[in-house]
C-alpha cells in the first residue's frame, strides 16, 4: 500500500481510511455561512419575534432549515431566551406535523 511504501506521511491516510463516525460529525467545524443567509436568518428570527409575523416566520425558518440543512440555527437561538427557544422548536414541530397531514 502507498502508507507502507512510504509516499504518505505517517498518519496521512487515517482520516479516508476509517469510515466517519458520530463522533466525527459532532467535532467538525460548522458549515460557513454566507453574509446573505445569515441576513436571511436574521430576519426570520426577526419575523418569528413579531406579534404579526410569528406563524409566517415560523414556516419560513422550517423552509430554511430544510433549503439550508448545513447552516447551524443554534447561534442564534442562543441569543433568545429559554422560553423563546422553546416556543421556536414547538413552533417548527407544528409546522412540520400540518405539512405532512397537508401532503398525505
Known sequence: TPA???RWPAGGGDV???P???T???MRPPTP???E???ELAGVFKMIGEKTSTIQGL???FDFSRAHPGVDIQP???RTSVAFQNYIKKGLSKVEVARGEKAA
Do not use: F, I, Q, Y
Open 76 to 78: 442564534h437561538l442562543a
Open 37 to 39: 443567509l445569515k441576513s
Open 59 to 61: 414556516e419560513r425558518l
Open 33 to 35: 455561512v454566507s453574509a
Open 20 to 22: 466517519a463516525t458520530p
Open 4 to 6: 507502507a511504501a512510504g
Open 16 to 18: 479516508e481510511m476509517h
Open 24 to 26: 466525527d460529525v459532532v
